[in-house]
């Protein structure tokens, strides 16, 4: 039976059916089939079997709340957080880790082949994080006043609507930051509608409050680890590292490469970049405020592209389609893209490696973020004029 029926969808919102899980989806969602129809589950694994009532019912697929496992799936585990199934930020708490990894591996390797056509076998095992829970240095809370409750409420928003619950820890962030929601309620701000930011700040480094860091401390040293492999797999001796934010790619990887460039169009992280450079008595790289696909060019036309490694750390939205023209245009060496959404990276790469100026060396997915829906990937691409 097909899978996009034209026939009115056989369910109804409030419906309840039992079913079997095919496939966990990107985003976290479990994949049930019914009479050929779609039905999306959270908090579900592969091969479980599971009561469901609709909540949302549309001509090609269907949403549903889990009401029970029948059957579990031996990798289902207790989850650590009290809030996880109410709270939005984690997918798979109740998946153990090397499940999760897993799971996370055949959706970035599914992505890769369906969005980006792409080999899949392109695509490295996942680099698990040393600390699935405890890790994360930054979160966001916010206030909401509830009418119902008649009163303020702190913490995450629901994973099922645009409510907030009250939280008062957080399981996947550091100790230290997940204590500061404590710190919040004490003194809670004085309305809704606001968000507080709550932060560790990396030792070393310079880091304006609004700038953006990696938010995984304890797997910081595995992206560097893979970037810097592939890096010295090209042999490439001038590196140019657009979206730089503070300067935290060029500075780690200054030893690798003769000069270094850095770009980035925030002017507090530009200045923070060179700051982190003189603390180090780096001086064979520059840090220069503008718009990356602006810049470009003309950094190009300084060094000899054969030679050239361009490291791109977009934000989830991927690289602006300029800077994908530029980079087709001058075809510097390598391209090593750092990416927090498999599904902009493969849209990217398919454009770099259709447009017959890139060939596909590897995608390293890692866990930098455990415990939710979200993987960061490192993929290698090589100029096709090399």
Known sequence: M??????????????RRTGLVDNIAFGGDGVVRLEGFVVFVPFVLPGEQVEVEFTEVRRSFARARLIRVIEASPDRVTPACPYFGECGGCQYQHAAYDS?????HRQVADLMERLGRL?????????????????????????QWQKPLQRLVIGFVRQDCGLVIDVEECAIAEPEVSAGIREVRANPPPKGGLKVVLR??????????????????????????VVRERLRAARVNTLL???????????????????FVGVEIDRMAIQA??????QRNL????FLLGDAPTLLPELLARFATERVAVIVDPPRRGCAP??????????????????????TLARDLRRLIEAGAYRLEQVVPLDMFPQTQHVECVADLRSTSV
């Open 2 to 15: 097909s899978d996009t029926p034209t026939e009115p969808p056989p369910f109804q919102p409030g419906e």
């Open 100 to 104: 999760q990894l897993a799971l996370k």
């Open 119 to 143: 080999d899949p076998a392109r695509v490295a095992p996942l680099v698990p994080c040393p600390r699935p829970y405890g890790y994360r240095n930054r979160i966001m809370i916010r206030s």
């Open 200 to 225: 560790k700040f990396p030792e070393g480094w310079e880091l304006p409050r609004d700038s953006f860091f990696q938010n995984n401390f304890h797997l910081l040293p595995g992206l560097v680890g």
């Open 241 to 259: 590292d657009l979206y730089c934010g503070v300067g935290f790619f060029g500075i780690e990887l200054a030893d690798e490469v003769d000069r």
């Open 273 to 278: 970049a060179r700051a982190n450079a003189d």
């Open 283 to 286: 001086r064979h790289g520059e």
């Open 322 to 343: 300029a800077l994908l023209d530029q980079l087709i245009s001058h075809r510097p060496a390598q391209v090593v893209y750092v990416s927090c959404h498999p599904a």
